[in-house]
């Protein structure tokens, strides 16, 4: 923990000088844009208002051991280089950001310890951050049941299915339904329309087969088969002939630690008669893509919810959140050019302390009592866009206020010489999909 | 159970109990759903002590005997739509039928290959968890919240409900180790063959307690899923087998007292790490190390053989 | 792609899991035999096997096969280090007893866990393969250093049977292991054996993990699965029969291999282990086990 608390640190102090100017820059582009970033504009040094130093004290629930680290890492990095310049730049309702990390080990029943830890002996005012859905889930309902407002960061389906409760939202992500949904356009206009899906045998790859196949055949397109592959497994070889000959495109989403010989062994089963392939990003995270393992890759497509590379979406605010959260051109840490981020999840760290500032300024929140996380909870609800600056340099987003959900665009690229070209930036409108929820009828 | 030594063990026993219903009263917040939760966990050391302190057997796949109790109650509750209640016993009589089925043949072994096959069993019983995930809902888990009564919310009510599990589970095994069918036990672990030359069945007198260690756990997992209302494979998983053999050691294996502290000792040990270090695995991984080096006896069992002897 | 074809790669994937599992458990059964104690930090010497393989090859730059042969020089030799010290600080301290042997491995295994992921860290790394060719069946491609595993791995058991059966060393192995007193007596050092032993099962778990991570990459968490596979093995082949192991790996295997690409992985290894209480209704004591 120490070497990566001190690796953020250097990131942090690292990166101030060159910040003020992107700052300036981006501060005048965010003032534009809208509203919303106003609050956040550049000012050099701010006395803490009167009367209200006690800090806003939000719980970070991180996976720093666990399948889950290689994201924890980077989740914390992003959180804290979100609350340090929050608290540079006039903090939350003009009170300092404190961020309280607990490792929760990747683990549903720690997830859940964890949660009644900061409820109850810390104290803090919110929790927020995990990443993996089961910890989501075996948490949840402690949140709920203290009245904790819970912002998640997992890009699960599960809160926008109305299966958690009123105190859980995540307004920092694209849910994985309208995430794959929003692909289907691209891909059966593109790459084909009989498609063979190989997805992880869990939730997350449920979510994938049943809604990218409904939204497929919505294009005209079919499915081949579908192979859900073990989260444990490690060799793929067994599987490449459950593909149909007939298929056009190979979609995979394999979250993983085996993804390189999963790219490796599909190369030594195809050679070079590949069908397309379409896959997400989600196990190439933490990973170079120029890795020699991955050089089948080369041609295919991936999702990104943010370009991993900084010319995949060249604005003012994501130069401006690169910059602060200390990762370089090609995605990787400026400190270690070997130390890959996990870009296309980690931003809805960043977004998400700025979601929840707006909710604590619009609703007046003073502390963790009853009226006022209410009032924090229906403001919350009442949000119904977020616009693309500082606080969201992912880029513009809608919030549902009933599915406590929030939608934005995004991005396909193709492997081109080892790095990641983004070839399309899908709309919101694509990922549209049928409420099926409404948090607001629960009682606070 | 009349007598100087007797009426001293029932008023440990008891005493223990009261003095957890009066903690209540007395804690904070954060200790009070601690509190709540090593009852529960203790629960499960209770059951998984009698097999491995007082039959000299240890399983590592004790997590399946949890998970039973734990996937019994949650998805009756789920899909049947049981109360709390039935859900609750159907989750015991799960762990109790899956032990007495395992045991049936896992006992044909014994030493290590016992010790094996339990750890097998249990990862068996995970994957099959895994496997049939349209309706386990596999790793991810499943959440029961909406439909438990809304009683179950309050604070209060889990930790007397975890209590009142926890007691029960806790005064059967005080009873049981001290009952004449304790003491044939206690003869299995020092010396099983002479124990079944003395004509008793052995094989019977080890599957009847490994059913009873097994319902126990059961009921630990059963209390979980309600009073945390979630249900997910991860509760099924190795380290979760690993765990009671943890709080068992710690606390004194083959005392009665001793999973319970072992437990909570062990649950504040990682509470209070994680304040400085998330590298919690050393934690786990060292105790082991330095009960089995330094402290074989545990804390109770140091306790009995150096000032109580008298301590069941 | 047609019966044939899928039996053939099926059959071949069970041969590399077989041969790699022969390796791994072979070294469980090993310690088991002459110590008569089960090491569950087994899987965790695999895994620092893959490990510093991954170590080697980033030392070594760019030439995949020099960091292979280190690594099949290195991780045997570091992993024998720490079980050699594992012996000395634990294990004779409890005096090689069953049970307290199994909760320090235990231990073991979660400290050498944690080691990993704070000094290596979450990620699974790639180590490219010493040799790449790729096989081209009619019907489908296939990696060519797998059959370089199958043929290490083979070459491997045939040399611990050597060792064991026409060396000096191993005839000591083979007396402690029928009576450690009466070796003792005929002047074995016996303990000098059993650190030698359960370091020799270390290092096959070790060369196991070098050859496998060119396929599997190297990961903290990737000891379980050979471990839960070998005590499989070693049960179903008879605790300590070196032959029942060998034999045992095989035939879980292979079969491994078919019904996981018939079916599904996590049926096979649901399938193994119920075949595992097959096998102890009928003999308790394994397929080649010595009847107690």
Same mark, same amino acid.
């Given at each position: ?15 101030s000088p060159?910040t003020r100017r992107a700052l300036l820059?981006?501060g +005048? ?7 919303? &970033?106003?609050?956040l504009a550049p000012l050099s040094r701010i006395a803490w ?36 310049y929050?608290n540079e730049n006039g ?17 549903? !029943? ?6 009644? !830890? ?14 993996? &859905? ?12 203290? !009245? ?12 926008? &299915? ?25 891909? +059966? ?36 088969? !579908? ?37 490796? /062994? ?63 051109? /090609?995605? +990787? ?87 990641? +070209?983004?070839?399309?930036?899908? &709309? ?17 | ?121 249990? =990862? ?9 995930? =349209?309706?386990?809902?596999?790793? =991810? ?30 005064? $059967? ?19 099983? $063959? ?38 997910? $494979? ?79 | ?11 071949? *994937? ?29 899987? *965790? ?53 069953? #049970? ?27 180590? #490219? ?164």
């Amino acid at each position: 923990m120490s070497a990566d608390t001190q690796r953020t640190h250097a990131i942090r102090t690292g990166s101030s000088p060159v910040t003020r100017r992107a700052l300036l820059k981006a501060g +005048a582009g965010a003032a534009a844009a809208g509203a919303a &970033s106003l609050a956040l504009a550049p000012l050099s040094r701010i006395a803490w208002a009167a009367g209200s130093d006690e800090p806003i004290r939000i719980g970070f629930q991180v996976h720093r051991t666990g399948i889950g680290a290689t994201y924890g890492r980077w989740y914390e990095r992003t959180a804290n280089a979100a609350a340090t310049y929050l608290n540079e730049n006039g903090g939350i309702a003009g009170r300092p950001v404190e961020l309280v990390p607990e490792d929760d080990g990747t683990d549903p !029943k720690r997830g859940a310890e964890v949660v009644e !830890k900061f409820a109850t002996a810390h104290g803090v005012d919110f929790v927020y951050g995990p990443l993996f &859905s089961h910890v989501v889930i075996g948490s949840a309902p402690r949140a709920g049941e203290l !009245k904790m407002p819970y912002f998640v960061v997992s890009e699960g389906y599960h809160v926008a &299915s109305g299966s958690l409760n009123r105190y859980v939202f995540q307004p920092g992500i694209t849910d994985v339904r309208a995430q794959v949904q929003a692909m289907a356009p691209w891909v +059966a206009g593109n790459l084909g329309r009989r498609v063979t899906m190989m997805f992880p045998d869990y939730a997350f790859g449920y979510d994938h087969r049943d809604y990218f196949s409904a939204a497929v055949e919505a294009q005209g397109g079919s499915i081949a088969a !579908k192979i859900a592959i073990p989260p444990t497994e490690s060799s793929f070889t067994k599987y490449f002939p459950q593909v149909p000959a007939d298929t056009e495109v190979l979609y995979h989403v394999m979250v993983g630690p085996g993804v390189l010989t999963f790219v490796k /062994e599909m190369g030594e089963h195809y050679g070079s008669n590949r069908p397309q392939i379409f896959g997400f990003i989600d196990s190439l995270e933490g990973v170079d893509i120029a890795s020699p393992g991955l050089s089948f890759l080369e041609g295919t497509y991936l999702w990104e919810a943010l370009p991993r590379y900084a010319d995949g979406l060249d604005s003012d605010a994501n130069r401006h959140y690169r910059e602060r959260v200390g990762i370089n051109d /090609e995605g +990787a840490s400026v400190d270690d050019p070997k130390d890959v981020s996990t870009n296309s999840h980690m931003f809805g760290c960043w977004e998400t302390l700025f979601v929840i500032k707006r909710a604590v300024e619009e609703s007046g929140y003073r502390s963790r009592n009853p009226d006022d996380v209410a009032a924090l909870i229906e403001a919350l609800e009442g949000f119904d866009s977020f616009d693309e600056g500082i606080p969201h340099p992912q880029g513009y987003k809608e919030f549902n206020g009933a599915l406590h959900q929030c939608y934005g665009r995004q991005f396909i690229s193709e492997v081109r010489e080892g790095r990641l +070209a983004v070839v399309h930036t899908t &709309s919101i409108e694509d990922g549209k999909y049928e409420a099926e929820a409404d948090y607001t009828t629960q009682s606070l | 159970m009349k007598g100087g030594p007797g009426a001293r063990v029932l008023a440990l026993h008891l005493g223990l109990i009261a003095a957890l219903f009066a903690a209540q009263f007395v804690l904070g917040a954060y200790h009070h759903t601690n509190l709540a939760r090593i009852m529960v966990l203790a629960t499960y050391a209770v059951g998984y002590n009698l097999l491995l302190g007082y039959t000299g057997l240890m399983s590592l796949g004790h997590a399946m005997f949890f998970a039973a109790g734990m996937y019994g109650a949650g998805l009756s509750i789920y899909y049947l739509g049981f109360g709390a209640i039935p859900g609750f016993a159907l989750g015991v009589a799960c762990a109790l039928g899956l032990a007495l089925a395992f045991g049936a043949f896992a006992l044909r072994t014994s030493g290590v290959s016992f010790l094996i096959v339990t750890m097998m069993f249990g =990862q068996a019983f995970y994957l099959t968890i895994l496997y049939f995930n =349209q309706v386990t809902f596999g790793d =991810q888990g499943f959440i029961l919240s909406d439909r438990l009564p809304a009683a179950l919310v309050d604070p209060d009510v889990k930790y007397n409900a975890a209590l009142l599990v926890f007691a029960a589970c806790f005064l $059967a095994s005080a009873f049981l180790v001290r009952s004449p069918f304790g003491r044939i036990l206690v003869a299995i672990r020092e010396n099983e $063959a002479r124990a079944r030359l003395l004509g008793y069945d052995t094989y019977t007198c080890k599957l009847v307690v490994l059913t009873l260690s097994g319902g126990m756990s059961g009921a630990a997992g059963a209390a979980y899923a309600l009073l945390f209302s979630y249900v997910g $494979a991860s509760f099924a998983a190795i380290l979760n087998s690993i765990y009671p053999l943890l709080w068992t050691l710690l606390g004194g294996a083959g005392t009665t007292l001793g999973p319970v502290l072992g437990t909570g000792l062990m649950f504040y040990l990682v509470d209070f790490t994680s304040g400085w270090t998330s590298a919690y695995l050393f934690v786990v991984g060292g105790a082991l190390l330095v009960l089995v080096l330094f402290f074989p006896l545990g804390v109770m069992g140091t306790v009995r053989a150096k000032l109580a002897p008298w301590i069941p | 792609m047609s019966f044939g074809p899928h039996l053939l790669l099926a059959l071949l *994937e069970g041969a590399v899991t077989a041969c790699v599992l022969a390796v791994t458990a072979l070294g469980l059964s090993l310690v088991f035999g002459v110590m008569r104690i089960v090491n569950v930090a087994h899987g *965790e010497f695999y895994m620092l096997g893959a490990v510093v393989a991954w170590f080697c090859a980033s030392l070594t730059g760019g030439s995949a096969l020099g960091g292979f042969l280190l690594a099949l020089v290195c991780a045997p030799l570091v992993v024998a280090g720490l079980a050699i010290a594992t012996d000395w600080l634990v294990l004779r301290r409890v005096n090689y007893h069953p #049970e307290s042997t199994i909760v320090a491995t235990i231990g073991l295994l979660y400290l050498l866990q944690q080691a990993v992921l704070s000094g290596y860290g979450p990620d699974a790394r790639p180590v #490219e393969a010493p040799i790449y060719f790729r096989v081209a069946f009619p019907w489908f491609g296939y990696s060519g250093y797998k059959l370089v595993v199958i043929g290490a791995s083979v070459m491997l058991l045939l040399g611990t049977w050597a060792v064991l059966a026409r060396t000096r060393a191993g005839l000591c192995m083979r007396a402690t292991q029928q009576d450690p007193e009466m070796a003792l007596a005929h002047g074995v050092p016996v303990r000098l054996v059993y650190t030698a032993v359960f370091a020799a099962g270390a290092m096959l778990a070790a060369v196991a993990g070098v050859l496998i991570v060119p396929i599997q990459q190297a990961h903290y968490l990737m000891g379980l699965d050979p471990l839960l596979l070998s005590f499989i093995v070693v049960i179903i082949g008879g605790l300590g029969s070196l032959r029942g192991t060998v034999v045992a790996a095989f035939v879980i295997g292979m079969s491994d291999g078919v019904i996981s690409m018939f079916f599904s992985p996590t049926l096979a290894k649901i399938l193994a282990t119920l075949l595992v209480a097959l096998v102890l209704v009928v003999r308790p004591s394994g397929l080649f086990g010595e009847r107690p």
